[in-house]
């Protein structure tokens, strides 16, 4: 079972960025789709952005045109590039597979605090 540990979560404000990482301990590469979801105090986890092995990538609409999804295979790490946050934006972010298979990966999460 691959291991997934995110990283770069930090406290920054209101249109700052952040860069998330999300490192497997073994190949992500048969795995088609990951994803990064996120989960603010008294809230669901919900999903941010998704990206296929071929690149394809998909958005939720609270993160088109700020946030950028991206994986590099060869090194087995999941990217999710935040810019212009808002404190709205603040939760604990997590990477895993896109679908079902997401609850046998959850991690520790990275925290992300937005101040205003």
């Known amino acids: 079972q691959v291991q997934l540990v995110e990283s770069g979560g930090g406290l920054v404000q209101a249109g700052g960025s952040l860069r998330l990482t999300c490192a497997a301990s073994?190949?992500?590469?048969?795995?088609?789709?990951m994803a990064w979801y996120r989960q603010a105090p008294g809230k669901q986890r919900e999903l941010v952005a998704d990206i296929t092995s071929g690149g394809t990538t998909n958005y939720a609409d609270s993160a088109k045109g700020r946030f950028t999804i991206s994986r590099d295979n060869a090194k087995n790490t999941l990217y999710l590039q935040m810019n212009s946050l808002k404190p709205e934006d603040t939760a604990v972010y997590y990477c895993?597979?896109?679908?079902?298979?997401?609850?046998?990966?959850w991690g520790q999460g990275t925290q992300v605090t937005v101040s205003s």
């Open positions: 895993a597979p896109l679908g079902p298979r997401r609850y046998d990966y």
């Open positions: 073994g190949s992500i590469s048969s795995i088609n789709a």
